[in-house]
């Protein structure tokens, strides 16, 4: 609507006021990953988020996903100034892996090498040994496994014992989940595969592991939608953010993309396929971060201290990626 085109119109030039770059999640709401297409911006998970903010000449980047993807593009640009439409966009991994009882953990096992997910907090990067995203988990500990490592691994159990049966690797689980993923119901999806017996079930490593049982895919974001645009099947079954489905049907036109199921038999759910946090990011808020005077409720800041030894397992993965 008229008021929409309006925000959109007013943040276009904002960002080249501001020789800023709008950085988007997958999981953000369409017409949020639209700006960021048509701005030069990019459309990625998290991953390639990362890549995109530290190689892009901007001086700003707009960071429109959660928090840690946030702070991980200040760790790995500290002279670029790095803005969130809001600073509450959080993520249950994150917030269910506080660092004190974290470092706890990994004290108590000192011979374990200490791997955690993206979805964190700089303090737990900072602790660790390795940092990875759901697109490089599984080759980064086939490889320590191949080292003979002994691995600590936080915060995802699902993505954690997704990797330790895939990998046979040892691993010592932090409990954290997703609220979105951690919905996601087998049995309603046996009964959904019955509508649709053609389709593939194409599944995020973030949901429960008797859902990633029934996949014919299990990938991170990226690796979702390149099975939809690569594999024969007309139709199907996507276990992860509803946000996915605005690039996965661009890659894939004229197939079919069906939700997985995240109740059955009525049960209510916290998230229904959509995180709560992802979706803070509307156009408002994306405006708001560039016009405000007020930059404190937007800006992200990482102790310099904490950045540094961050930036070891970081560019770790990065450079294990490349
Ligand atoms: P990826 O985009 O790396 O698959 O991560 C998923 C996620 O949950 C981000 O919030
Ligand atoms: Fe975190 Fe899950 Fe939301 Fe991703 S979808 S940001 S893992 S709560």
């Known amino acids: 609507d008229a008021q929409k085109q309006d925000y ?33 911006g990019c459309v ?3 991953l390639e988020m990362a890549r995109f903010g530290r190689d892009h000449p901007a001086k700003t980047l707009i960071v429109a996903g959660v928090k840690f993807m946030g702070e991980t593009a200040k760790i790995l640009s500290p002279e670029k100034t790095i803005l969130m439409p809001t600073l509450e966009a959080t993520c249950s991994l994150d917030i269910g892996c506080p660092i004190e009882q974290f470092s706890e953990f990994c004290d ?7 791997v955690v997910y993206a979805n964190t907090s700089a303090a737990v990067k900072a602790r660790a040994d390795w940092v990875v995203t759901s697109s490089i988990a599984l080759e980064i500990v086939e490889h ?28 010592l689980m932090w409990q954290g989940d997703c609220i979105v993923h951690d919905e996601f119901k087998s049995k309603a999806l046996l009964e959904l595969k019955k509508l649709y017996p053609d389709a593939a079930v194409l599944v995020h490593p973030e949901s429960p592991a ?17 099975a939809a645009q690569t594999m024969d099947n007309q139709t199907f079954i996507v276990a992860t953010d509803r946000g996915i489905f605005y690039k996965m049907q661009q890659a894939a036109p ?3 993309l069906i939700e997985a199921p995240t109740g059955g038999n009525g049960a209510t759910c916290k998230s229904c396929a959509h995180c ?47």
């Open 254 to 256: 004229g197939k079919t």
């Open 108 to 114: 108590a096992h000192p011979d374990h090498t200490v």
């Open 210 to 226: 008797s859902v990633v049982e029934m996949a014919d895919a299990v990938g991170s974001t990226s690796q979702l939608i390149k």
């Open 8 to 40: 959109k119109a007013r943040i276009k030039q904002l960002l080249i006021d501001h020789n800023a770059v709008l950085v988007a999640h997958y999981y953000t709401d369409p017409e949020i990953q639209v700006l960021a297409e048509e701005t030069g």
């Open 144 to 171: 320590l496994d191949a080292e003979g490592k002994k691995i600590i691994w936080g915060p995802d159990r699902h993505l954690g014992s997704y990797i330790a049966k895939q990998t046979g690797a040892e691993m």
């Open 44 to 46: 990625s998970d998290s």
């Open 276 to 322: 709560p946090w992802m979706a803070m990011n509307g156009l408002q808020a994306i405006e708001a971060s560039l016009s405000d005077t007020d930059k404190a409720d937007h800006e992200i800041f990482v102790d310099d201290e904490l950045r540094l030894k961050a930036l070891i397992p970081l560019t770790r993965m990065l450079d294990f990626a490349k």
